[in-house]
Each structure stands twice: as C-alpha cells, then as structure tokens.
C-alpha cells in the first residue's frame, strides 16, 4: 500500500473567548482614550486661533471708529470751507478784498522825528598841578616840625 502524504496538522492554540474580548476592550478603551486626547488638542488650539481672531477683530474695529470719527471730522472741515462765511474769511484776511458797503481804513504809521540830542558840554579839561619831586615831600615831611 503506497503511503499517503498526510500533512501535520498544525496545533492551534487559540486563545479563549474571554482573553480576546478583554484585549479587544482594552484595545478600544486605548483608542478611545487617544482620540479623545486628540480631540482635545485639536479644541484647545482651536480656542486659542478663536481668541486670536477675536483680538484681531477688535483692533480692526476701534481702527474703523477712528477712521469714522476722523472721516466725520473732515467733512465738518470741508462743509465749512465750503460755506460762504469760510469764503468770505479767506477773502478778506488772505486776498485783502472788501465789500462794496464796507469802510477801508489804510492806517498809515508815521515814524517820529528822532529827538534833537542836547547840547553836548565842553570837553572837561583839567588845570594842570604842579607836581614836585618825591624828595622834597619827604624833605617837607622830617624838616617841618
């Protein structure tokens, strides 16, 4: 009889049913676990770019309040040289024009005559003393009791 060829039959130690379903849960708690830190992460930065925008949007609109309040301010300026008092201010102190109705006064500045200088006295010259030597004074002085 020719012998047939008769594979081994692998010995299968599978695990129990127990042990599989433990490490399959442990297995998902993990899972769950790190998305959840992920998910956290994510939220967390997201907070933080939410914040930053928030800034941002409040520099830009205390920048437009000023650029309003700027703006409104120049167009109270430009209204004003726009109106006929404004005209008629650069007209008059600008342009030196008048109206027909109105009085021109020219004030003319007459410079004073410059004052006559007193007369000036005459040249102080002294009488000449008649200076003796130093020897006779001292001669004077021990000789005159």
């Known amino acids: 009889m020719a012998r047939k060829w008769r594979f081994p039959r692998p010995s299968l130690n599978l695990p129990s049913t127990v042990n599989v379903q433990r490490w399959s849960t442990r297995l998902m708690a993990w899972a769950l676990a790190l998305f959840a830190i992920y998910q956290l992460v994510r939220f967390g930065g997201k907070v933080l770019q939410s914040d930053q925008i928030n800034a941002q949007i409040a520099e830009q609109q205390t920048a437009v309040a000023r650029l309003a309040d700027e703006q409104a301010q120049l167009q109270g300026r430009l209204d004003f040289a726009r109106s006929d008092g404004a005209i008629e201010r650069i007209a008059r102190e600008q342009l030196d024009l008048v109206r027909p109705e109105d009085t021109v006064l020219h004030i003319m500045t007459v410079e004073p005559e410059p004052p006559t200088p007193p007369p000036t ?25």
Not at 131 to 144: H, I, K, L, R, T
């Open 121 to 145: 006295p005459p040249p102080f010259t002294p009488t000449p003393t008649p200076v003796e030597p130093n020897w006779q004074g001292w001669w004077q002085a021990f000789s005159n009791p």
